[in-house]
């Protein structure tokens, strides 16, 4: 446990720190660090996140140095500062979580929206229109675009030429591409 820092020495070296001195900054750093970093540490339950956070003030502390001569009680200073950083910290982390969220959660625009329910539209119509088609083209059509399966595969398990598969395919994109015009 670090000892009590007297209030003359805090002084001393925050006057040192005013003028750049890096000893009396790892002074105080090594007094101060482990006390603002449990601090913060139990407030966030983030160990790793308190560190960082305790670190940023002390790099906040080195860059505006020559504005400490005057402070009175840098405890309160740090704690205050702490305080700060932790405030900073959690709505930082709230923008993330809810712009992740709103990213998840993706409300589309009316064109977006259009769009969609047009593609509905349109697959609809082509399932009715596939619905219509003689037996076997349906069934042909479907192994071919649903499934996935080549003509030859389709001829093959069909028992027919891929001629014929040909010839019902064409037919049926014929069908379709006719009830998508009217």
């Given amino acids: 446990m670090p000892r009590q820092m007297l209030i003359q020495d805090e002084k001393r070296l925050l006057l040192a720190l005013s003028n750049g001195n890096r000893e009396a900054f790892e002074e105080l750093f090594q007094h101060f660090f482990p006390k603002l970093s449990r601090f913060l540490g ?102 071919s675009r649903k499934e996935g399966l080549s003509n030859e595969k389709i001829a093959h398990y069909l028992h027919i030429s891929k001629r014929t598969v040909e010839t019902h395919i064409s037919a049926a994109l014929a069908d379709i591409r006719k009830a998508i015009a009217r």
Avoid: C
């Avoid at 308190?50 to 400490?68: E, G, N, P, T």
């Avoid at 005057?70 to 932790?86: F, G, V």
């Avoid at 769009?115 to 539209?121: F, M, S």
């Avoid at 399932?127 to 083209?137: F, G, V």
């Fill in 42 to 143: 139990g407030l966030l339950d983030e160990e790793a996140v308190a560190d960082d956070l305790a670190q940023d003030i002390f790099v906040k502390l080195w860059q505006h140095r020559d504005l400490f001569a005057h402070i009175e009680n840098l405890d309160a200073y740090l704690y205050t500062a702490a305080r700060n950083a932790l405030y900073n910290h959690i709505k930082r982390s709230t923008k993330r979580q809810y712009l992740s969220l709103s990213t998840a959660l993706e409300i589309p625009s009316f064109e977006k929206l259009e769009e969609v329910l047009a593609a509905h539209d349109l697959e609809i119509l082509i399932n009715q229109t596939i619905d219509k088609m003689p037996q076997k083209r349906k069934i042909i059509f479907n192994l």
